[in-house]
């Protein structure tokens, strides 16, 4: 069964059981109020009977004059519903008096009843007749503390049963006419409320089918289970769809990176081999160009190892370093690659943060490898180290190409190079930033850029001064630790 009908009967059920009771609640309270109406018309008419008569302190024949019903004395228009019929027995049971019985029902005294009543008890009691039902009361008549007489008076039910088969009936009817319009509105309403989950199934089935990952859930009303649940499975699309281009922008991107050097490899072993071996100009040049490829081969490697590392969400190493000799170890390690341009140190102050070392100086090198290989001969590549309130600055400027304003967005991105079809020669794949962004993010620091086409660019890392520096600049004792580092994905 489908959840909407399941919900539905469940639904209908309880409505169902709901009704039942006030049904029966209303049903059995009219019928008590009903019997307790006849039966203290009865007791009432009894007692009139009763006090009258002793107050007449008469004989029963004579007060009750025989078979003559006129003069028995019941007061009709103080009582509601069938007439009362009363009758008058001799205490041996015979009948001395009643009024005319309607249709055959009448007052009727048995053994119990008579026995009771010479005891001075009175009795009520619900009888069947043959056309419905009476109440009766049989009590007794006494003259001078003698029971001289019974008195039976009784009324018919017949009007009280009638108006219960009626009210049951309106019960039954509308009863099930309401279940019916129940069952038909929760089954709308279920079917309404449930459409959005509907649409999400569909849509899953058509992702799967069509292996569509771009299809979105319509979400009528954002605000309800529902609407969150259809927002929330978007989400989820759109960061499955994120993760899967992404993979398969990496797969593709990696693919031709790698490719590239090999074919370039694979070209000078062909040029080795048709005799370049002879020539030592052309074997050298050669060599050089495998020796290079074979450096280019080696960086990607190491970077793509890098990025899988950091998907894998790496823990980074959390202890102080000193940036100051960290950019005279860069300095040192990028001079002999600098041969064309002037690389210098500006500014230099002390600095310690808290961070991977190994990790820092990889940023710091690539800002620096970007700047070099971005200057034409002549320029100049600063580092200089500043600390500015309680972060300190890490720049690295250029008097190079500069990076339009266009595609300063994206240098970021992992694989994105500004010149595409520019034939590196030593040129990367475009993971160089991407691996500053990551560490920087890390290091909870952030990266600046600024850049003039023509004039230069400016890369500015920014990261928080480890603690105990702060505490120098500050003048307080504070002692406050150091928190390890976030996992960066
Ligand atoms: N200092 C700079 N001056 C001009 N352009 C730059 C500079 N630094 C980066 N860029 C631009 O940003 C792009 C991305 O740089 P990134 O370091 O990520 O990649 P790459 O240097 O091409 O390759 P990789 O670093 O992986 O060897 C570069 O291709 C280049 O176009
Ligand atoms: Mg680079």
Sequence with gaps: MTLRYRLTFISVAFMTLGLLILGLTLYSAERAILLNGVRDDLVRATNQIQSQYAEAKKPLERYFSGTSVSLLPVPNEDFEGSPISVAVYYPNGVRLASTPSFMGEG??????????ALEKNSVISTKPSSYGRTMQVVS???????????????????????????LSLVFLIAGSLTVVLMFLGISQITKRGLRPIDMIANTAEQIVRAEDLSRRIAVANPHDELGRLATITNDLLARMEGLFNTQKRLTADVSHELRTPLAA???????LRRGAMRNPELLNESL???EREVARLNRLVNDL???????AGVQMRSEPVELDTLILEVFRELRPLAEHVKLQIG???QATVIGDRDRL???MLNLAYNAIQHTPEGGAVTLSLERVGREVALRVQDTGEGIPPDILPNIFQRFYRADKSRVRKGGGAGIGLAIVKWITDAH??????????????????????APATDRLITGQLRESPSQPLPIVK
């Design 107 to 116: 007052p009727t005294l048995d053994s119990t009843e008579l026995a009771s």
């Design 140 to 166: 007794p008549l006494t003259f001078d503390h003698t029971v001289v007489g019974v008195l039976v008076a009784s009324q018919s039910l017949r009007t009280v049963d009638r108006a219960l088969d009626t």
């Design 265 to 271: 490899m694979r070209g000078n072993l062909e040029v």
């Design 288 to 290: 050089s160009d495998l």
């Design 305 to 311: 190892l890098f990025l899988a590392q950091t998907e």
């Design 347 to 349: 500014s230099e102050d």
């Design 361 to 363: 100086k990889q940023a």
């Design 444 to 465: 909870r620091g952030t990266i600046e850029v600024r850049s003039n086409v023509g004039e230069g660019s400016l890369f500015t890392l920014w990261l928080p001064l």
